[in-house]
């Protein structure tokens, strides 16, 4: 069965600085994608970044950087330059690119509060 | 405003009604999710329609539970009987279908919060 673990229920950042979300996922299949995702207090899921199991690069997108590492099954989101609007729950998600559905399997998230 | 819609944004119902969700999807888009989402976890799937059939439903969705996407244009989301444990934010997505890549990224619409009394 696929799971997205995200270990961290909270995370504190000041204002301008690095931070490293974490994420782990389980699944036998060789093809699937990882996904993060925003979600403030209003509620909608805003999409950040996305990672191929076949990219050979990290993905980046802005100030949001993806560090994937394949063997250790490891997906961790890195925000630079932290902002007072990243405050956020950020969840992690994967789908199996094969499945036809293409259902999200999403991770329990992580607050993340940023200190000015 | 062409992102995804969904109406109400609140719900409050007595236990034993019944509630119907409606979303909007994107227009372009042939695929729609509906997710639930309780608090202090991350969505969970129900179900998925391509264009107006329904191809996937998750073990979650009980026979209280019905979706229907006529003409594959909006989905409507019953619940029958409601039971406080039906409590959650219940999410819309939609999207193209899946690049060869898998990156084809599901817009999600602001959710509509169910509570049951």
Known sequence: AQKITQTQPGMFVQEKEAVTLDCTYDTSDQSYGLFWYKQPSSGEM?????????????????????????????????????????????????????????????GQGTELSVKP | ????????????????????????????????????????????????????????????????FSAERPKGSFSTLEIQRTEQGDSAMYLCASSFPRGSRGNNEQFFGPGTRLTVL
């Open chain 1, 46 to 106: 805003i999409f950040l970044i996305y990672q191929g199991s076949y990219d050979e690069q990290n993905a980046t997108e802005g100030r949001y950087s993806l560090n994937f590492q394949k063997a250790r099954k490891s997906a961790n989101l890195v925000i630079s330059a932290s902002q007072l609007g990243d405050s956020a729950m950020y969840f992690c998600a994967m789908r199996l690119i094969y499945n036809q559905g293409g259902k999200l399997i999403f």
């Open chain 2, 1 to 64: 405003d062409t992102g995804v819609s969904q109406d109400p944004r609140h719900k409050i119902t007595k236990r034993g009604q019944n509630v119907t969700f409606r979303c909007d999807p994107i227009s372009e888009h042939n695929r729609l999710y509906w997710y639930r989402q309780t608090l202090g976890q991350g969505p969970e799937f129900l179900t998925y329609f391509q264009n107006e059939a329904q191809l996937e439903k998750s073990r979650l969705l009980s026979d209280r």
